[in-house]
């Protein structure tokens, strides 16, 4: 899909994260990153793929098949 080309490679770590069911605090420590990061982003993944909540972030990483491994 187009759409994922606009992520970057820490966007992308971070909705395979999500598709994964892990909690923002979760993602922040995996990541070695702050929980407000992780939250900015969010934000940002969900405007650049034009989805309104997380759980739409974590759905639409499933629909890549971004949940393996």
Not at 11 to 27: A, C, D, F, Q, W
Request: no cysteine; proline share 0%.
């Amino acid at each position: 899909m187009q759409q994922d080309k606009k992520l970057t490679t820490r966007e992308r770590e971070i909705v395979i994260l999500i598709s994964k069911n892990l909690k923002y605090k979760e993602i922040a420590v995996k990541l070695n990153l702050g929980y407000e990061t992780i939250k900015t982003y969010v934000k940002r993944i969900r405007k650049k793929l034009n989805l309104s909540s997380k759980l739409e972030v974590g759905l639409w990483g499933y629909k890549q098949g971004w949940t393996e491994g």
